[in-house]
């Protein structure tokens, strides 16, 4: 494909702008916001976007929202004129925005205006995708510097390029290898997606019970259809199964109640009436005998009691008799021992009485010295002592002595006076005072410590008033008084204790009276202890009470009797009745249906009635309650029978099966189309790695003469005498951005081919230095002459060492 | 005195065809077309003046058919215009106690027609026919034992025609491996000393054509039901009367036809047979094709051409080419494509690992991406 011309009316800023090309070198010079990457845009808006894009896609916001009319238009429109095959001109026009147009002249003269016929009518000219434009021949100038990062994902770009290569290594036979892979790999994605080919199972081992959802392939579909079928089968087995036993349990249970609970309820039934009155007249009938039992027995018993009746009767009467007999000796008893008592008391008290009359004539001759008496005496005699020691302590000591013998009275303290005869010399010694008297002449010698005088006559008091004190008891000395005393005290216990000895044994009865009842007691009475006389009142009392019970009961008994039949002449009559009822009960059970050989009495034969009654009720339960199950059971029985699923069943399996051959045999296909394509691929990129050392070793000033690709990308580059390598990702911006412009040449070399092309590059001179950029001048020269190369650069310098044909572009005018 | 019977059954009333991948309208046809058949029947044996219209089983396909179609089908036997309609339950409308399908039935069915579901003589003469019926009725779906046991242990015999009417598998004559549909065998039913034994179950009549000999025949189904059934569907036409002599003939009853056919082809001129060997009459087959074998690649991609035409010929046609593949040889690859080139490489290396089926992925695959 070859350029012509493109017309901008409007594009961007551009109102109305016609650009020409002309194969080989094409230079777009023009300063900054002159337009040329509005240009570049533009062919690549026209090629690749239909007037229909949606304003809210991606592209939109790239391509188009910018180059919008600013301010108010509305719409934008390019045309563009190429060449292709053999000289053969197309012109494609479009306009985006409000106004909408799509039209490719052809060669011969037609048109066509719908954009799927358009685009299919292009793809065969463009030769490449979409991608594969963006990657190599259009080069914007923002994505130059970044081509390896941007190649590097932009698959088309590369699968087109190694597509290329291949097919210089062997034709491709007509078919595109990368659309032949996509559609193996399509193939196996639809068949074996979320299965495990290997394994035979799905993927993560999600079976029936817990499968996938969405994007299963189709043999998983397969796989579960057949798993499902399989449990549609078991679980239809299971109902049919259920049908069919719920189904003859209910046939057995139904027979069973048809062929005997019913006719055995039926037969019991018949006689039910008839049982029942049974079960009322033999129970009373064998009351009737009973009773007639009882009648004789007693008919018998009757004349025994009234016999007992009189016996008993007549013992009472003596038990009485003998009971008062008993109480009067027991009065007799009673008085005697008490009489007895009395004669003991006085026995005990006589001498108890003399011997207090003794002690309180004792007691009355002793002199009346009572307890205070003693304390006063005892007072005085304190206070006597007291002062005599006061006195004494008055020591006074005195020598005398005379010529001749001398008589004295002496006299010390309140002592006795003493006749003494001094013969020459005598020492006195008195307490506080000394009297001494001889004839005519007395001394006193008195103590000067204290008032000896009033001790003295204290002493003399108080002397006098213990003298008539002892007097006035009738003693001498305060020991006799307290002998007295003692005394006194110890014969007024005696009296007193007598005196409670008496009182205790005589109580509240004086000695006197006691004295006079015995005296009028008689001669002493001889009579049985009253413990045997009472022993015998006891037993003649139960006796009595045992005796008047009986003949109470006999008399409740007799009155029952006598109620019952009035009297025991009629008892008789009684009997007679009773035997005719007898005979009417056993004459009405004749009448009655016999009770079955099969019970006991008419009492089990109505327990087993009732049993099959509820045995029938419950049967008939039963059957409600199984047919309810087996409606159910048949509603969710399958609407295709076990047979009908288990031949769609064989049905599935072979699809499944032939799914799982066909994934294989995809697999195989795809396992070969690999190894051939790994054993062209080490060569496949040789021819790629040429052209690109080529166009990159002038652009690095020859400093680097070596690419490695990993792919057809750039991975490293190097020196070939030399190990100095460099990763991509380290290069300068200068050499990056040679190697990015050696990349798009060599690409679009192969890429193009023999057909040629348009290559176009938005300044990729830019960064390079004076000498690199002259070299690449040359070598874009040199490119130039296979194919056509468009250029827009902003230095008039880049431009001249270009050549080829300039436009120049006026820089856009705001109005 | 001769009886003429009209002798059908098994004809699967409310069958859904959901067991194969039918279109739904073909679905709709097939269940709808088992209710024209039996419409057809009841014609026919107006047509025959059959005085006994006799069902051995399986008039419904499954125990819990809708109402709507219980009352459908006795709307249809309704119309038959003899003595009497007599329907026996099989083993898959089986009868168990308080069955709704048969209560339905029964509720509705006018005075001529009799359900079969005792174990015990049915008197005909009220129906002025001088036959009894002694009939075997399924009471669940599958049994390893039949139900002739009370005729065995009946005491005293009716005047007239004896006839019995049974459903379920005779040894040696109808596929039972497991013993599970009521089993019988031909010297069981001809010691029970009746005149004859209508019976069901196996969908082929048994025996072809005329003969007086056998104590027993099956009826076979009315309607081809599947693949499985390669007949066009019968019933049959029975003489009888009260000295044992029958004359019994089949009669041909059904629409459809399911045909399973295998065939290898060479050429097209192959399928060129096939497509005239249906001509004209293919409206009412259901075709079940496996076509297998190799074409030359011109011829491979001009078959569908006339498959096409054949399928459009026929009421239904299911296509397996599994196995039919383009006859791809190292000349055939050599031929179409360059040497050398990716498409040649490919496959004549899966030609030389004999790996025919990749081959055939492969060389498909190439001509899908070469369009």
């Known amino acids: 494909m070859n350029l012509q011309k493109v017309r901008l009316f ?21 300063p900054n916001e002159a337009g040329k990457s509005t240009l570049v845009s533009a062919i690549f808006a026209i090629l690749f976007f239909a007037s229909s894009l949606r304003k809210n896609s991606s592209d939109w916001k790239d391509y188009f929202a910018p180059y919008m009319p600013y301010p108010h238009g509305d719409t934008i ?71 390896v990062e941007l190649l590097r994902s932009n698959s088309e770009a590369t699968g087109s390029m190694a597509e290329t290569l291949r097919n210089l290594v062997f034709q491709s036979g007509g078919i595109s290898l990368e659309v032949l892979k996509e559609a193996l790999l399509n193939e ?22 817990n499968p996938y959802k969405r994007g299963r392939g189709e043999i998983l579909s397969a796989y579960y259809e057949v798993e499902e079928l399989k449990r549609k089968i078991r679980e239809g087995t299971a109902l049919e199964v259920r049908v069919e036993n719920l189904s003859v349990q209910l046939g057995e249970i139904v027979h069973e109640k048809k062929e005997k609970l019913e006719p055995t309820l039926k037969n019991m039934e018949k006689i039910e009436g008839e049982i029942q009155r049974r079960a009322m007249l033999e129970p009373r009938l064998a009351l009737l005998h009973e009773k007639e039992k009882s009648i004789r027995e007693l008919n018998a018993r009757w004349p025994q009691v009234v016999e007992r009746q009189k016996h008993q009767h007549a013992r009472l009467q003596e038990k009485i008799k003998e009971k008062a007999a008993l109480e009067k000796e027991l009065q007799a008893a009673k008085f005697a021992m008490e009489a007895r008592t009395q004669r003991e008391l006085l026995q005990k008290v006589k001498p108890l009485v003399d011997e207090l009359g003794e002690k309180k004539k004792e ?14 005496l005892e007072q005085l005699d304190a206070r006597l002592a007291q002062l005599q020691t006061t006195l004494k302590a008055m020591k006074l000591q005195g020598n005398m002595t005379c010529e001749n013998p001398l008589h004295l009275k002496v006299t010390s303290g309140v002592g006795e006076s003493q006749q003494l005869t001094v013969e020459r010399e005598i020492i006195f010694e008195a307490e506080g005072r000394l009297l001494l008297q001889s004839g005519d002449w007395t001394l006193e010698i008195k103590s000067g410590q204290g008032d000896v005088t009033g001790i003295i006559s204290k002493i003399e008091k108080t002397k006098n008033t213990l003298v008539q004190k002892l007097h006035a008891l009738a003693v001498n000395t305060r020991e006799e008084a307290r002998h007295i005393f003692d005394k006194r005290t110890e014969k007024e216990k005696i009296v007193e204790r007598l005196r409670v000895q008496i009182e205790t044994l005589l109580k509240n009865n004086s000695y006197g009276d006691l004295a006079k009842e015995v005296s009028q007691l008689g001669p002493e009475q001889s009579v049985r202890t009253l413990d045997l006389i009472g022993d015998d009142l006891k037993e003649a009392a139960v006796e009595e009470k045992s005796l008047t019970r009986e003949l109470r009961d006999i008399e409740a008994q007799l009155k029952k009797w006598e109620n019952e039949y009035d009297s025991y002449e009629k008892i008789v009559d009684a009997l007679v009745d009773l035997r005719a009822q007898v005979r009417e009960v056993e004459k009405e059970l004749d009448k009655l249906a016999p009770l079955p050989d099969k019970w006991q009495s008419p009492g089990a034969f109505m327990l087993s009635l009732q049993q099959v009654r509820e045995k029938n009720r419950s049967s008939q339960e039963t059957i409600y309650n199984l047919m309810r199950e087996l409606d159910q059971a048949k509603s969710e029985l399958p609407e295709e029978s076990v047979e009908e699923l288990e031949e769609r069943l064989l049905y599935s399996k072979r699809k499944f099966n032939n799914l799982k051959d066909r994934a294989r045999a995809v697999c195989m296909v795809e396992h070969e189309f690999q190894n051939i394509l790994g054993e062209v691929g080490s060569k496949a990129f040789d021819p790629l790695v040429a052209s690109l050392q080529k166009y990159f070793t002038p652009v690095t000033g020859y400093r680097y003469d070596m690419v490695f690709l990993e792919g057809s990308i750039p991975e490293r580059i190097g020196v070939s005498k030399g190990d100095r390598e460099l990763p991509v990702n380290l290069l300068s911006v200068g050499t990056s951005r040679g190697l990015a412009l050696a990349l798009r040449l060599a690409m679009a070399e192969h890429l193009w081919g023999r057909e040629g092309g348009f290559l176009i590059m938005d300044d990729p001179l830019v960064d390079l230095d004076p000498r690199r950029k002259e070299e690449a001048a040359r070598m874009l020269r040199d490119f130039s002459k296979s194919g056509q190369l468009i250029v827009t650069t902003c230095d008039p310098g880049t431009a001249q060492l270009l050549g080829g044909c300039c436009r120049t572009l006026e820089p856009v005018v705001i109005t | 005195m001769r009886i003429k019977i009209f002798h059908t059954g098994d004809i699967h009333l409310g069958m859904t065809y959901n067991n194969r991948g039918y279109p739904q309208e073909v679905r709709n046809e097939l269940v709808e077309a088992r209710f024209k058949t039996l419409a057809r029947l ?4 107006n047509h025959e003046k059959c005085k006994l219209f006799l069902v051995v089983g399986d008039l419904f396909h499954r125990t819990n058919v809708p109402r709507q179609s219980v009352l459908q089908a006795l709307k249809i036997l309704t119309s038959f215009e003899g003595n009497c309609v007599a329907v026996l339950p099989g083993n898959h409308d089986f009868r168990d106690e308080f069955s709704a399908l048969w209560k339905v039935f029964l509720d509705a069915a006018p005075d001529n027609v009799l359900l079969l579901d005792r174990k015990e003589p049915y008197d005909l003469r009220d129906f002025n026919l001088d036959m009894t019926l002694f009939p075997a009725p399924c009471d669940s779906k599958h049994s390893g034992e039949n139900r002739l046991g009370w005729i065995r242990e009946l005491g005293m015999r009716p005047a007239g025609i004896k006839l019995g009417v049974a459903h379920g598998s005779v040894k040696g004559i109808s596929p039972d491996f497991d013993g599970r549909y009521f089993p019988m065998e031909e010297r069981e039913l001809a010691e029970l000393n009746l005149h004859h034994w209508c019976l069901g179950h196996t969908h082929v009549t048994y025996p072809g054509g005329l003969t007086l000999e056998s104590p027993f025949t099956y009826c076979g189904t009315p309607e081809a039901d599947g693949f499985d059934c390669k007949h066009s569907g019968f019933a049959r036409i029975i003489l009888l009367d009260d000295q044992g002599n029958q004359e019994s003939r089949c009669v041909e009853t059904g629409r459809f036809k399911f045909n399973e056919l295998g065939i290898k082809i060479n050429n097209l001129d192959d399928l060129l047979e096939l497509e005239r060997e249906f001509a004209g009459k293919g409206e009412n087959i259901l075709l079940k094709l496996s076509l297998r074998g190799t074409l030359p690649r011109y011829e491979y991609n001009a078959r569908w051409e006339i498959i096409n035409r054949i399928r459009e010929s026929l009421f239904y046609m299911e296509l397996d080419e599994s196995s039919l593949s383009v006859e791809i040889t190292f000349d055939t690859i050599a031929e179409e494509f360059a040497r050398e080139s990716f498409p040649f490489l490919l496959l004549s290396r899966l030609a030389e690992k004999g790996e025919t089926e990749a081959l055939q992925v492969a060389y498909q695959m190439i001509k899908k991406v070469n369009k």
């Open chain 1, 363 to 376: 007691l009355q001759e002793l002199p009346q010295i009572n307890k205070d008496s003693i304390e006063a």
């Open chain 1, 77 to 147: 429109q390019v045309s563009l004129a190429f060449k292709c095959g053999r000289g053969k001109e197309y012109i494609l026009e479009r306009a985006w925005g409000e106004v909408k147009k799509d039209r490719l002249h052809l060669p011969d003269s037609s048109e066509v205006n719908n954009p799927d016929t358009i685009a299919e009518l292009l793809s065969p000219l463009l030769q490449y995708g979409r991608g594969t434009y963006e990657g190599v021949f259009l080069a914007r100038q923002a994505d130059l510097l970044h081509t």
């Open chain 2, 42 to 45: 009841v014609e026919l044996a």
């Open chain 1, 10 to 30: 409007p594009f961007g800023g551009t109102l109305e702008r016609d650009v020409d090309f002309s194969s080989g070198v094409n230079v777009i010079l023009g």
């Open chain 1, 188 to 209: 196996k994605d639809e068949l074996l997606k979320l299965w495990d080919l290997q394994k035979g199972v799905p993927q993560g081992g999600r079976g029936i019970d």
